[in-house]
């Protein structure tokens, strides 16, 4: 059995695309489009790397009074070391975006499964069949920079669906 595979960015799918939603617009980050036996399957990868941090803060102080440059450095290592701290505290994907996934999952014709890529530390994968990769939603920690094995983690997870598709 033989396998297509083509790799989609910001892919517009609407119910007046070729790719369709049945009912708003959505616009995954990545999609990984898989043809095999005549059959389509969609699966998305959004990313999720805004930062949380409160910079904004520094500038407001800043814009309010006027300081001694001495002043503002004690600002700015105060602001970035408490969104240091909060940005450790919260390595764990937001339910929000679980969410978000599960409306690719069902909004989008042929979808088998979407995914949280964001910087954190733990993986999750919600499965609607405890033995099979596919369908299921979830989060995978992929953080620039690391040594590696995010990455391996989430390759190995794209060729189980592969020969999950392969096996049907």
């Known amino acids: 059995m033989e396998i297509k595979l083509n790799l989609m960015y910001n892919r517009l799918f609407s119910n007046n695309t070729k790719y369709k939603s049945y ?6 980050d990545y999609t990984l489009f898989i043809e095999s036996d005549g059959e389509t399957y969609f699966v998305h990868f959004d990313a999720k790397y805004k930062s949380e941090g409160k ?14 440059s001495d002043e503002i450095y004690e600002i700015e290592d105060e602001i970035v070391t408490k969104r240091d701290e909060e940005e ?3 390595r764990k994907y937001k339910y929000g975006d679980i969410y978000k996934m599960h409306t690719y999952k069902d909004a989008i014709l042929y979808t088998e499964g979407a995914y949280v890529l964001y910087p954190g530390d733990e993986e999750k994968i919600f ?10 939603v979830g989060a995978f920690p992929l953080t620039p920079g690391e040594d590696g094995v995010e990455e391996d983690n989430l ?7 592969l020969k999950n598709i392969l096996e049907r």
């Open 127 to 136: 499965q609607e069949i405890y033995s099979e990769p596919i369908p299921s």
């Open 88 to 90: 450790q505290i919260s």
């Open 155 to 161: 390759s190995l997870f794209i060729k189980a669906i």
């Open 55 to 68: 910079i904004l803060e520094f500038y407001e102080k800043i814009g309010s009074k006027k300081l001694p």
């Open 23 to 28: 009912s708003l617009p959505f616009r995954p």
